[in-house]
Nanobody, 121 residues
Framework: QVQLVESGGGLVQAGGSLRLSCAASGLTFRLYAMGWFRQAPGKEREFVASISRSGTSTDNADSVKDRFTISRDNAKNTVYLQMDNLKPEDTADYYC??????????????WGRGTQVTVSS
C-alpha cells in the first residue's frame, strides 16, 4: 500500500512563500524519481518540478523556474517544494508523484491526494 501524503498548503498573499512536503510510505523511496504537479480550477494538470532519485538533478517548469525549488530527504522519505514569490496564477491543487522509470514530466506510477494552495492578490 503505497501512500504519498502532501502537506503544507494554505492561503497566502501574492509575494509570499509556502513549503510543501510529501511523505512517502510503502515504497523504496530512494529508487523513485519524484515530481510535483498542479491543477488549477478549470485547467489541465501541469508539471511543476521533478527531482532524480539521488537528488542530484532537478527540472522545473519555465513558469516556476526562478521561484520554486524541489528537494528531497531520502532518510525521511520526503520530497519538498519550496515556493517563493507566489503569484495568484499559482493557485491550484498540488500533487506529488513517484516514478520508478519516470522522465521529468512523464511516467509516474503513484500519486498523492493533493494539497490546496491559494494565492490572493
Amino acid at each position: 500500500q503505497v501512500q504519498l501524503v502532501e502537506s503544507g498548503g494554505g492561503l497566502v498573499q501574492a509575494g509570499g512563500s509556502l513549503r510543501l512536503s510529501c511523505a512517502a510510505s510503502g515504497l523504496t523511496f530512494r529508487l523513485y524519481a519524484m515530481g510535483w504537479f498542479r491543477q488549477a480550477p478549470g485547467k489541465e494538470r501541469e508539471f511543476v518540478a521533478s527531482i532524480s532519485r539521488s537528488g542530484t538533478s532537478t527540472d522545473n517548469a519555465d513558469s516556476v523556474k526562478d521561484r520554486f525549488t524541489i528537494s528531497r530527504d531520502n532518510a525521511k522519505n520526503t520530497v519538498y517544494l519550496q515556493m517563493d514569490n507566489l503569484k495568484p496564477e499559482d493557485t491550484a491543487d498540488y500533487y506529488c508523484a513517484a516514478g520508478l522509470s519516470a522522465t521529468p514530466t512523464l511516467n509516474y506510477n503513484y500519486w498523492g491526494r493533493g494539497t490546496q494552495v491559494t494565492v490572493s492578490s
